[in-house]
């Protein structure tokens, strides 16, 4: 493997997973709820995943165990926030803290462990193409997973009915509620989609990235993952474009460090979020961007008339 | 749209309404109320706010359920469980206040509001059609956010007539609109009625009623007072139907004499503070010592932004764009500018103008502890409050404006509507104030309550001082005003003497046709 395809590669192991949790943190605004606890969500299916890989030996069962426990701890997070009406950033910073903290006592057995890899899907023919066949079409499967959701996710929102309705719970939910539509289960159902792609991430990091547990694996991707949904102004191919982005500087960090270039990391690693208060200046000061695109009942809770 | 055989069915009406009662706890909001609809009319129900009106249509509409009695379609007793149901046999309804979403195209917004089987196809074509065929523009891709009320009113029914009803119910259909616009509509109820469809027409315009409707049913207090046809009554009968006794005719005498310039904008120009807020440009104005001035204009071109402007609510850099009584005051703070004797009353009575969960003595303090009028001072001592002055002020102003509440210093939330609006105005002409902003006067405010505010308005502006009043309402405005200007988008026309002025002339006004084409692009 050359030095480029190695960096390419690099580049897309360390973006997948923050795509993987970004997108399912944008339908889950645009229904019009703010859900923080990424991190937490991430850090519960990365320990899920690997605990059950390892009893279990398959990867794939490690999978699908850290999707389940997405979804359940996002459905704590929907309880709460949409049945009880707490306040959305306190109970997602809870859940963020809840999700480190459980992760790490569920993970002490586990630390140090050799981890059990996700196999990589070669795709026949095509990945034998030169230059780009072993980069494009030999990934781990959950690359392309990540990518089928974001079209998914694109083509949803945009063009069927279910993506309509979303868009206007989030959009204005006295309205959505006025006429006839279900506002607080499609939130559900928002928050449940979103806490799965939060533990395929959290599966991502300790499957493939770096198959083994760690305490804190999540490192503060969660928070990107965040940032990047803001950074994309809920368009889901810019985010995927800011995914990669983020992705790469991340890994220029990594490589600018082990080269000993004179930026200071601290600099690069800050470069992901310098890039996401730009973008909310920009945003906040195109008007018609933030009409658009913004969903305007984002973080409030709703309470139907009696 | 609809069979014209159904018209010669056995039961002559579409729709009846025998015996119809609803109660709330105690309260008889609808008291065997009786209503027939024929087939191709337009049927207005009038009365004043609380009557009764929201609550009956609400029933036939669905939306709530009748205590007793019977709604009859088409000569079938039905029960209509909910919205839907109503829409199921052919019952539309335009709502006065429109849940649209801001940032769907028109034809998302009218796809979300429709039934399964009417979605299908290409719904924007149909729009399309349907829109051009009724008289109704409006473009099936545009963002709400971008249509003016007229357009998105468009909306509304444009999704009524996709479901081709029977019966379609306007809720005050021409509060938003200007004249012309309203000439429109009652184009598209013609063509519609034309075609066998029934209208019922809730409204308190009574010129528009005899204009447009061929019965009215008159209720108040819950109950049908009279059923008549409106060609043959006239505005001042109609009036006295729902108010119950004649209405306090307002005196007025004109040709009086006007003294020197208390209010003046010179050049005023603000940007808007909000994403969805009008610019205000190059307003110039001046109202002299004992005339009324009243700006019209369609809701939403720049009322709110130029009342904030002369309150103080946003100040502005210019300190001579805003002079009162001579001094200029830009940038001072509202209360500076209540100091010079001037007084403000916001449109928005509930939280603008007062406060829900305080008292009323409380509402008074906050709008007038900062201003002696005629040497009284609120304040006792260092930090203290004089509540016995304030228990008079609030006595005095009960008094002089009929401010109804449960007890003598009640929350102003507890307050009924009209009643509040009596004593947020009361509260400012209580002070006599030389000069007088006020932004909407007698919104939802009922006939009895806004006549007496309006005769206020005009006494106060004889004893020799300058009022400003924003309205939307030309009925109001041609009571009130010695002269008049029109906003429109932020630009105010010419001030004109209000007896040169025909209402045809205020709609061009309001459509635009004195802007500054250089602005337009400017901004």
């Known amino acids: 493997m050359t030095a480029y395809e190695t960096i390419i590669l690099t580049v897309i192991t360390a973006s997948t997973p923050l795509l993987l949790a970004a997108i399912g943190e944008l339908v889950v605004e645009r229904a019009g709820v703010l859900n923080l606890g990424i991190e937490g969500m991430m850090a519960m299916g990365a320990v899920s995943g690997f605990a059950m ?8 069962l490690g999978v699908l165990f850290a999707m389940l ?12 926030t949409q049945s009880l009406v707490t306040n959305q950033v306190a109970t997602g910073l809870s859940i963020t803290l809840l999700g480190l903290g459980l992760s790490g006592l569920i993970g002490g057995g586990f630390v140090g462990m050799p981890g059990i890899k996700l196999d990589y899907v070669a795709i026949p023919v095509l990945s034998e193409l030169p230059l780009v066949g072993k980069l494009i079409f030999g990934q781990d499967p959950l690359v392309y997973i990540s990518i089928l959701l974001t079209v998914g996710v694109a083509y949803t929102l945009k063009k069927t009915r279910i993506g309509l309705i979303i868009r206007a719970v989030g959009q ?12 607080i289960k499609v939130r559900y159902a928002c ?7 939060s533990g395929l991430a959290g599966a991502y990091l300790s499957l493939v990235y770096t198959p083994q547990w760690i305490e804190n694996m999540t490192a503060g991707r969660g928070w990107i993952a965040l940032a990047l949904v803001v950074f994309s102004t809920w368009l889901p191919a810019r985010l995927a474009a800011g995914a990669y982005l983020f992705g790469g500087v991340w890994i220029l ?12 990391s601290q600099f690069l690693s800050s470069l992901p979020y310098l890039a996401t208060i730009i973008a909310l200046i920009v945003i906040s000061t195109n008007r018609r ?3 658009i695109n913004t969903p305007a009942s984002l973080g409030q809770g709703f309470v139907p008339d009696r | 749209m609809s069979n014209p055989q159904h018209a010669s069915e056995p039961g002559k009406y579409l729709l009846e309404v025998r015996s119809l009662s609803k109660l709330f706890g105690d309260f008889c909001a609808n008291d065997q109320i009786n209503l027939a609809i024929e087939a191709g009319k337009i049927h207005a129900l009038l009365g004043e706010n609380g009557a009764g009106k929201s609550t009956l249509v609400k029933m036939i509409y669905g939306a709530l359920q009748p205590t007793s009695g019977d709604i009859i379609w088409q ?24 849940s649209l979403f801001e940032a769907l195209t028109v034809t998302e917004n009218i796809s979300l509001a429709l039934p399964p089987q009417l979605r299908g196809g290409d719904l924007s074509q149909r729009i399309a059609e349907l829109s051009s065929n009724y008289g109704l523009p409006l473009n099936p891709d545009a963002l709400v956010a971008d249509l003016s009320v007229g357009e998105r009113q468009r909306i509304e029914i444009v999704r009524c007539l996709l479901q081709e009803p029977r019966l379609l119910i306007m809720d005050e259909p021409t509060a938003v609109l200007t004249p012309q616009e309203a000439d429109a509509l009652f184009g598209t109820l013609n063509r519609l009625t034309s075609e066998g469809c029934a209208v019922l027409y809730i409204s308190h315009r009574l010129e528009e009623v005899k204009q447009l409707c061929h019965d009215a049913t008159i209720l ?34 004109d040709g009086h004499d006007t003294g020197n310039n208390l209010l003046q904008l010179i050049n005023l120009n603000q940007p808007a503070d909000t994403p969805f807020g009008v610019d205000l440009l190059d307003v110039n104005l001046q109202v002299r010592s004992g005339e009324i001035v009243a700006i019209a204009g369609v809701a939403g071109n720049g009322q709110g932004e130029l009342f904030s402007a002369i309150s103080g609510e946003t100040t502005n850099a210019d300190f001579d764009a805003v002079i009162i009584d001579d001094v200029a005051c830009g940038q001072l703070s509202i209360n500076g500018r209540r100091q010079l004797s001037a007084a403000f009353v916001p449109e928005e009575r509930n939280g603008h103008g007062a406060v829900a969960d305080c008292p009323l003595t409380d509402n008074i303090l906050l709008s007038r502890h900062a201003v002696r009028d005629q040497g009284e001072a609120l304040h006792k001592g260092w930090l203290g409050i004089d509540h016995q002055h304030l228990d008079n002020i609030n006595t005095r102003i009960a008094k002089a404006y009929d401010v109804r509440s449960a007890t003598m210093d009640a929350e102003a939330g507890s307050l009924s509507g009209g009643n509040l609006q009596k004593f947020v105005v009361g509260r400012e002409l209580d002070r006599q104030p030389r000069v007088l902003v006020i932004n909407q006067p007698t919104w939802g405010v009922d006939a009895g309550a806004a006549a007496l505010i309006r005769q206020a308005l005009i006494d106060l502006s004889r004893q020799g001082s300058a009022i400003l009043v924003i309205s939307q309402d030309l009925d109001e405005i041609f009571e009130l005003a010695d002269r008049v200007a029109v906003i429109s988008r932020g630009q105010l026309s010419e001030v004109y003497a209000a007896q040169d002025l025909s209402r045809e002339q205020i709609g061009l006004l309001m459509s635009g046709a004195h802007e500054k084409p250089a602005h337009a692009t400017s901004s």
């Open chain 1, 289 to 291: 961007l933030s009409v």
């Open chain 1, 53 to 60: 890989a390892q009893v279990t030996g398959s990867a794939w």
């Open chain 2, 220 to 253: 108040r207090h819950g109950e049908v007072v009279a059923r008549v046809d409106p060609q043959a009554e006239t505005a001042a009968t109609l009036a006295q139907h729902m108010v119950g006794s004649s209405v306090h005719e307002i005196k007025r005498q």
């Open chain 1, 191 to 197: 928050i449940a989609f979103g806490g799965l792609t």
């Open chain 1, 172 to 183: 204005n939910h006295h309205s959505a509620h006025a006429l006839g539509y279900p506002v």
């Open chain 2, 75 to 98: 000569a079938n007793t039905i029960k209509v469980d909910n919205p839907a149901a109503a829409r199921e046999l052919g019952i539309g309804m335009v709502f006065q206040h429109f």
């Open chain 1, 253 to 264: 960090g990594l490589y600018a460090q082990g080269m000993g270039v004179g930026i200071p």
């Open chain 1, 69 to 80: 426990a997405g979804v359940a701890i996002s459905m704590l997070f929907a309880f709460l």
